[in-house]
């Protein structure tokens, strides 16, 4: 006690008090005291003296000492309350220790006063020792129970068996079970590994240790199984184990994602070196024979014959360099997402013929059977999708098939299936190994070692053909059987047409066309070669054709001139390009066709936007140039 002792008296008799104030001092106590002998007096100093102890007297005139006993142990209980009394019988002492008094001495053995002093002294310091032990072990419970139920982290703390004894929210809510659950299992319940001697070797590095960090996997009482990282201690006064949790599931899968994202960006590049390496030799074939048999074509003395075969030669190989960049072009496109869906009719059941006669020479060639099975009774084959797209999906489709396929069959057919249609290319060919079954898809992807070079191709056809089905409502799958041969399946959505609009110009031959009466045309093109051709294509149908090689040329002669029916007109050109230089032509003679030509696929909206009558794209052949220009004069 660090104040000075505070002794309250209840006491009439002075003598009496001051009998029992020596016998404290004369035992060494020091007090101060107050002396009270009325009930008042007695709750004023219960109040204002706040003393730490009361000696009362039994018997007082206005007073008693059993309701002074009552009126402390009413305010201040902890208040030791001595009765120092002339009598006192057996059943009455009984009776006030019953009723909260620490001790009575009697006045005729005050010697015993200062012991008894002292022990209430000594038991109340003991009381208040005892009272702040609790104190502090109900704080540190407290501080636990928050701790561990603010913290982020699982927490667990088990016996040295790894049995749970306790748990909190937050694991309770990453494993799934209750508190109650948990407190029923042990730490091997909840472990997901399959190395049970992992976590015994773990458990007895955190023995030997006192504390370890690792990494592990639980399983959630659904069987899910989530990836944590633990801080796990051992409390050797307690053998006990303290364990708090981490879910790392989250920082796991994007720790997978970015592996994957870095090995497919490996791949990526990978696919783009062999694609490189690959389209150098698939554009460097047609190209040798184009190069080479233009040259013998210049050679003096070549017969009709061989002319016609080197021309034939340089055509087919035209043809396919202009496919491989076709897919080029077609990959791009998809990549940079501007690809969009063009819906028209098409006879599926004459396409599908159409397909299949064009590609029985191929066929023929390797000895192989091509069968075209047209499931779609013909009153339903007319249909509305991308004819184009459709048809560049089962080209390529048919393209593979006979590609890698040496003997047996190539069959090509077509079933409604509600309102789907499914087309169906199979073949007896080489096969796939399903581990490829995706990737052949992914573009540039070639099962076949590129360097053997077995089989031609730059690995698009596919990665095409999947995103023209999806572009068109559909999808595209395949089963195969490494050695007996494949079968891809094309889904579209069916849209059956209702009225056939077949275009009768389309069956309108151009090959030879000559127009009635005389026409002017006028050619705006830069580059030499490309107007040579266009002359040439020209050349008999009955057309003056009058060449500008610049944007301005093009309006001078344009405004010059009186009898031009059409323009034909070049879009990129140096200066003044083909659109600003029609937009001149058209503020004097706004009734001129002017038919757009250029060699980039996407011109033809702004072409068709900014006024131009007609668009036709580089490469095209006279067919296509008289067509469309018969479309306007
Ligand atoms: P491209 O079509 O661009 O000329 P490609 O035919 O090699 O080249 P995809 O059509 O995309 O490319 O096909 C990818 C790969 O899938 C092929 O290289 C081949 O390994 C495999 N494949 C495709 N179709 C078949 C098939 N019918 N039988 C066996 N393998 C096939
Ligand atoms: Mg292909």
Redo the contacts with the bound molecule.
């Keep these: 006690m660090d104040r000075e002792l505070r002794i309250l008296i209840l006491e009439d008799d002075s003598a009496d008090a001051e009998l029992m104030q020596r016998e404290l001092r004369n035992a060494g106590i020091t007090f101060s005291a107050m002396l009270v002998d009325s009930r008042e007096g007695f709750i004023k100093g219960l109040e204002e003296f706040s003393p730490d102890m009361i000696l009362s007297d039994n018997k007082l005139p206005s007073f008693d000492g059993i309701s002074a006993l009552d009126i402390s142990q009413k305010k201040c209980p902890d208040i030791p309350f001595i009765f120092v009394t002339g009598t006192m019988g057996e059943e009455w002492a009984v009776e006030t220790l019953k009723r909260g008094a620490c001790d009575y001495v009697l006045k005729d053995r005050i010697y015993r006063l200062a012991s008894v002093v002292k022990r209430a002294l000594q038991e109340v310091k003991e009381r208040n020792e005892h009272k702040r032990a609790e104190e502090t072990i109900k704080e540190h419970a407290e501080q636990y129970r928050t701790i561990v139920s603010a913290t982020l982290f699982g927490f667990l703390l088990t016996d040295e068996k790894a049995k749970l004894l306790d748990v909190n929210d937050t694991y309770c809510s990453m494993s799934g079970y209750t508190r109650k659950e948990l407190l029923n299992l042990s730490i091997s319940d909840l472990e997901a590994t399959d190395k049970p001697e992992d976590v015994a070797a773990r458990i007895q590095r955190v023995i030997e240790s006192g504390t370890d960090q690792f990494e592990s996997k639980h399983k959630a009482k659904d069987g899910r199984v989530f990836d944590i990282e633990v801080s796990m201690s051992f409390l050797y006064s307690r053998k006990q184990f303290i364990a708090f949790i981490r879910d790392i599931t989250d920082r796991e899968r994007v720790k997978q994602e970015l592996i994957n994202a870095k090995e497919h960006a490996e791949e990526s590049d990978r696919l783009k070196t062999s694609f490189l390496h690959n389209i150098s030799h698939?554009i460097r074939t047609p190209m040798n024979a184009i190069v080479g048999f233009s040259a013998l074509l210049g050679e003096p003395d070549v017969d009709a014959q061989s002319r016609k075969d080197y021309i034939e030669t340089i055509m087919l190989s035209s043809n396919h360099l202009l496919?491989?960049i076709n897919?080029i072009i077609d990959i791009s496109n998809i990549e940079a997402n501007i690809v969009k869906a063009d819906k028209n009719e098409i006879n599926i059941n004459s396409k599908l013929k159409s397909l299949c006669n064009q590609f029985i020479p191929v066929a023929n060639e390797k000895k192989i059977q091509l069968v075209c099975e047209t499931g779609v009774p013909d009153s339903d084959a007319l249909i509305i999708t991308d004819s184009t797209k459709l048809t560049q999906i089962l080209t390529?489709?048919i393209?593979?098939?006979i590609?890698?396929?040496d003997k047996g069959y190539v069959k090509v057919g077509c079933v409604l299936r509600d309102m789907f249609l499914e087309f169906r290319?199979s073949?007896t060919?080489?096969?796939?190994p399903q581990e490829?079954h995706n990737?052949?898809?992914d573009?540039?992807?070639?099962?076949?070692h590129t360097t053997s070079r077995l089989?031609?191709?730059?690995?698009?056809?596919?990665?095409?053909?999947k995103a023209y089905a999806e572009l068109l409502g559909g999808n595209i799958r395949?089963s195969?059987e490494p050695g007996a041969?494949?079968s891809?399946f094309v889904t579209i959505p069916y849209e059956k047409q209702v009225v056939a609009t077949e275009t009768v110009k389309e069956k309108m031959g151009y090959e030879v066309f000559v127009f009635p009466e005389k026409k002017t045309i006028l050619v705006v093109e830069d580059v030499d070669s490309n107007f040579k051709l266009i002359n040439c294509f020209l050349a008999g149908a009955n057309a003056d054709i009058i060449r500008a090689s610049n944007g301005e040329e093009a309006v001078e002669i344009a405004l010059a001139e009186k009898n031009i029916d059409l323009i034909l007109m070049d879009i990129k050109m140096p200066e003044l390009d083909g659109y600003t230089a029609a937009k001149i032509i058209w503020e004097s003679k706004p009734d001129i066709p002017i038919i757009a030509q250029t060699a980039y696929a996407d011109d033809k909206e702004e072409a068709i936007g900014s006024g131009c009558s007609g668009f036709i794209l580089k490469p095209f052949d006279k067919k296509s140039l008289l067509k469309v220009i018969r479309e306007f004069i």
């Design positions: 698939e496919l491989i897919d390529n489709l393209n593979n098939a590609k890698f396929t290319v073949d060919g080489i096969g796939i490829y990737k052949i898809f573009r540039f992807y070639q099962v076949q089989y031609e191709g730059t690995g698009l056809g596919l990665a095409i053909a395949l195969s041969g494949t891809f």
